[in-house]
């Protein structure tokens, strides 16, 4: 157990909806780390949060959005679903911010979009 | 900037033989290298990391080698047993303020 909780486990939706994935960090942590899985594909980057700013980001769409809450929980907004989103979201935390954290990776929610 | 090449996107092996993982780095500013590594249905977890002052760490069956001359680093697994199955990844940063790059995966497969 790494100690980052995900929430919800499983999400089935329709295209063009809108769903909302929270993370939980690690008791300590101040950096929250969401990343996309497709199948077979490698970790997508998304967006780093560091004590409630934005402080990276990678590939994300616009069509998703995030924040990091003041008790440090995130949240990870997707609207406007489409059937390319469908994959497995992993919310990793590590102490700061550099690279050379180790991040402690959550469960993943898997997105299914039908 | 920093790009991560892993190979071999697959790799299957018999069960007791080693297996080496290899990855390529284009920033010679990178001085953090991790590998993660994946079960299924899970999260990846740090099985072991390096930095760029030392050449080679070991830690058990699992050893990582670094070559900063030619910008490539591996994971060496020795003894290989049906739960080193799973899917590998290696990442490179150049440490505080900088991101983690990573690279493509390997799924590993221990043939029994």
């Known amino acids: 157990d790494s100690g980052v909780t995900q929430t919800p486990k499983h999400l089935i939706t329709a295209t063009g909806q809108r769903v909302t994935l929270r993370c939980s960090p690690r008791?300590?942590?101040?950096?929250v780390y969401w990343y996309q899985q497709s199948l077979d594909q490698g970790l997508q980057f998304l967006i780093q949060?560091?004590?409630?700013?934005?402080?990276a980001k990678g590939n994300i769409l616009e069509r998703f959005s995030a924040q990091q809450f003041p008790d440090l929980h995130s949240e990870l907004n997707l609207s406007s679903l489409e059937l390319g989103d469908s994959a497995l979201y992993f919310c990793?935390?590590?102490?700061?911010?550099?690279?050379?954290?180790?991040?402690?990776f959550g469960p993943g929610t898997r997105l299914t979009v039908l | 900037g920093e790009n991560v090449e892993q190979h071999p996107s697959t790799l299957s092996v018999q069960e007791g033989d080693s297996a080496v993982i290899k990855c390529t780095y284009s920033d010679s500013a990178s001085n953090y290298f991790p590998w993660y590594k994946q079960e299924l249905g899970k999260g990846p977890q740090l099985i072991i990391d390096i930095r760029s002052n030392v050449g080679e760490k070991k830690d058990q069956r699992i050893a990582v080698t670094l070559n900063k001359t030619a910008k490539h680093f591996s994971l060496h697994i020795t003894e290989t047993q049906p739960e080193d199955s799973a899917v590998y990844f290696c990442a490179a940063s150049k440490g505080s303020n900088y991101q983690l790059i990573w690279g493509a995966g390997t799924k590993l497969i221990i043939k029994p």
């Open positions: 990793a935390s590590s102490l700061g911010t550099s690279g050379a954290n180790e991040q402690f």
């Open positions: 949060y560091y004590n409630g700013e934005e402080r």
């Open positions: 008791s300590g942590d101040l950096s």
